[in-house]
Nanobody
Framework: QVQLVESGGGLVQAGGSLRLSCAAS????????VAWYRQAPGKQRELVAA???????VYADSVKGRFTISRDNTKNTGYLQMNSLEPGDTAVYYC???????????????WGQGTQVTVSS
């Protein structure tokens, strides 16, 4: 049974930082591409960032230069470092994984339960 468990969300003031973690189990993590998505109230879920098994990354234009995605295969954990947070970053953030890169950036097979990030102005 695959489980992705996010942690690290919370309330932060604009300009602050948070680091989200995604602990994976039941999956061959080192062979999985990992992504972070977010969904704000009344909006569609959107891709924030993704990382290949080799460490290559892609980012949404809205977070480039502020967010950094990374992975630690020894800990079966993915991360999203979020700096210079803005009220517009407020959303539920989801970790996702798939063995196929094209899938992780479109329709991932595996999802976490989500963690709330709230940025106050």
């Amino acid at each position: 049974q695959v489980q992705l468990v996010e942690s690290g969300g919370g309330l932060v003031q604009a300009g602050g930082s948070l680091r989200l973690s995604c602990a994976a189990s039941g999956i061959r993590f080192s062979l999985s591409a990992v992504a972070w998505y977010r969904q704000a109230p009344g909006k569609q879920r959107e891709l924030v960032a993704a990382i290949t098994i080799g460490g290559s990354t892609v980012y949404a234009d809205s977070v480039k230069g502020r967010f950094t995605i990374s992975r630690d295969n020894t800990k079966n954990t993915g991360y999203l470092q979020m700096n210079s947070l803005e009220p517009g970053d407020t959303a539920v953030y989801y970790c996702a994984a798939d063995y196929q890169w094209v899938k992780v950036t479109t329709t991932p097979r595996y999802w976490g339960q989500g963690t709330q990030v709230t940025v106050s102005s």
